[in-house]
């Protein structure tokens, strides 16, 4: 389950620049140290008791499994965690970490934003610095995301070299720690990146799959699958991590499919066209490369899957077989949104309804007495910009326009403006 010395099979390891070797040998051995520390431990479940609002339910939603015909659907709600996503159990770990080891600032990388509220929260709840790399053209994206991260303390730091996107706001974060890794820890958001990271994410995250054990143990369910979303890895892997040396259930990662198969065309490392094993950002896994082995563009609706790299210990799981790999289209993980709101009174985020999709094609296949579990790794609040353009187009720019009139007109923006700052 561990890594071995950081490599998962073939995948994983430590592909970094001299200077960083130093700072992630001292994370690897603290990491190590207070995992055993039972003050640590007993720190860490208090405040996922009393901040995150640990333990997540699981629901049997009865209308779904009626209306498939066929296994009982079940989803834990990670959702309902502070914050709204699966996210904040990494941020949480690894920034009390942090402060144990005696770092007073915290530097991470986001895309979506997601992981960098996140890391924003914990940060403020814990009493330490945040600053957030995040590309150019995400932070005009991602306002919402940029604007909480801002109340939450943190300063958000536009990256503005390469595609001014993820990947290079990774970079920035990297050279970051590399200049100040006697002050720093750069909080990584997914089962990814150079070893000790991949270990780290997925036992902070673990906490989902053994609450899920201990749920399904007390309901007798006879589980046949887990199903969750899979962009870097980390809300799957946890919720796999304590099912995975066991022969069942079987369990589902489903990637971004995007609008069909090709390169460019969605984010499926394990099963699009453009799929290769290389070496990148630290660690060797599957990324979707062109032929001369850079980074593809990648395409999503869901922000958080939109990811050209995959963990390591999820490539190795996915080439010996013990995690099945699929995707789910753009407008399959839409309906799964519909489906569940409409039926169950949930609302999936953009990338938990692509587990979702992946439900609602198999139920029907199984008998009664199975169950299958669906990750819900975050709530859809946060996608009304993306929701809202697809199901009902013409009053949401209507609704738009009149905002901006609204806003311009408004003298409450200035008022606001002059409120003080604490
Ligand atoms: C970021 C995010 C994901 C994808 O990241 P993983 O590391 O693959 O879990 C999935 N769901 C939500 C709600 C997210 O915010």
Not at 83 to 106: D, E, F, P, S, V
């Amino acid at each position: 389950m561990e890594s071995d010395n950081g490599f998962f099979g073939r995948f994983g390891g430590k592909y970094v620049a001299e200077v960083l070797r130093r700072p992630l040998d001292e994370l690897e051995a603290a990491f190590k140290k207070y995992m055993q520390d039972k003050d640590f431990l007993s720190e860490l479940d208090e405040i996922r008791r009393d901040y995150i609002g640990r333990e997540t339910p699981l629901y049997y939603a009865p209308t779904a499994t009626k209306l498939l015909g066929g296994a009982q659907i079940y989803i834990k709600l990670e959702g309902l965690a502070n914050t709204g996503a699966h996210k904040i159990n990494n941020a949480i770990g690894q920034c009390l970490l942090a402060k144990k080891m005696g770092k007073t600032r915290i530097i991470a990388e986001t895309g979506a934003g997601q992981h960098g509220v996140a890391t924003a929260a914990a940060c403020a709840k814990l009493g330490l610095e945040c600053i957030v790399y995040m590309g150019e053209v995400d932070v005009r994206r991602q306002q919402p995301n940029v604007a909480s991260m801002e109340l939450y303390g943190a300063k958000v730091v536009p990256v503005t070299s390469g595609s001014r996107t993820l990947k290079d706001a990774v970079n920035e974060a990297m050279r970051d720690w590399a200049a100040h890794p006697d002050t720093t820890h750069y909080c990584l958001g997914s089962a990814l990146g150079p070893a000790p990271f991949p270990d780290i994410v997925r036992e902070f995250q673990s906490v989902i799959g053994q609450e899920v054990k201990k749920q399904a143990a007390e309901r007798n369910l006879d589980v046949e699958a887990l199903i969750a979303c899979c962009g870097g890895g980390s809300n799957s892997i946890g919720f796999f991590s304590p099912f995975i040396d066991e022969k069942k259930p079987r369990l589902i990662a489903v990637e971004a499919g995007g609008i069909g198969p090709n390169a460019g065309e969605n984010a499926s490392r394990m099963t699009g066209n453009a799929s290769r094993e290389g070496i990148m950002q630290g660690y060797k896994s599957r990324f979707l490369l062109d032929d001369d082995g850079q980074a593809l563009p990648t395409r999503s609706i869901s922000a958080g899957l939109d990811y050209c790299g995959i963990g390591p210990q999820l490539a190795e799981l996915g080439s010996t077989g013990r995690i099945e790999f699929c995707s789910a289209l753009d407008k399959e993980a839409l309906e799964a949104v519909k489906f569940f709101a409409k039926n169950e009174g949930i609302l999936f985020a953009m990338e938990s309804a692509h587990a979702g999709a992946e439900a609602i094609k198999l139920a029907p296949k199984l008998t009664k007495d199975k169950a299958i579990i669906i990750n819900m790794s975050g709530r859809g609040d946060k996608d009304i910009f993306i929701t809202c353009p697809v199901f009902r187009p013409a009053e949401w720019k209507k609704f738009l326009i009149a905002e901006l009139e609204r806003l311009n007109a408004s003298k409450d923006i200035h008022d606001a403006n002059l409120m003080n700052d604490h």
